[in-house]
């Protein structure tokens, strides 16, 4: 089973993983006793869409200045203590971004022409992409990963 790797998307484009929460399975059956101020897990409005059991937190909320309100925002404002983990996750997932393309010799905003593919237990493709990608510690390409793809 193959699974393909846009790098161009991968290194430039915009990416909000980092924005996913999961949601509370006691808040979404009504039996969460924790406030959302203290549950570890999102307790997200009705207008606020669940996918899978995730919700994606506004990014203008985390910064402090979303100001939508007619239509009410469709993504998650979180309470400080789920900005804060965000906030680790998204410096996190930059730091990875810039490490990786490092490691592949690149500078931000140079684009790679085509995918490369890769192999579940190993990786084929051609040219230097695929070889830097080759060299990569398996928890980065566990990261680098579809959410849905287990590299084995």
């Not at 161009?8 to 006793?33: A, H, I, T, Y």
């Not at 549950?39 to 409005?45: G, S, T």
Request: one cysteine or more; glycine letters at 8%.
């Amino acid at each position: 089973m193959a699974t393909m790797v846009n790098m161009n998307s991968l290194l430039n484009g915009k990416d909000s993983r980092w924005l996913q929460l999961e949601v509370c399975r006691e808040f979404q059956r009504n039996k969460c006793s924790r406030p959302d101020t203290e549950c570890k897990f999102a307790h997200p409005p009705a207008t606020v869409e669940v996918q899978n059991g995730r919700v994606t937190a506004c990014y203008d909320s985390i910064k402090g200045r979303c100001n939508r309100e007619k239509p009410p925002c469709k993504y998650f404002h979180p309470p400080q203590h789920l900005k804060d983990q965000l906030l680790i996750n998204g410096r996190n997932h930059l730091a990875l971004k810039n490490a990786l393309m490092q490691q592949m010799g690149l500078t931000p905003g140079q684009v790679l022409p085509g995918q490369v593919p890769t192999v579940v237990g190993g990786l084929s493709g051609t040219g230097a992409a695929a070889s830097h990608l080759a060299a990569l510690d398996p928890i980065s390409l566990a990261l680098l990963a579809p959410q849905h793809c287990i590299l084995m």
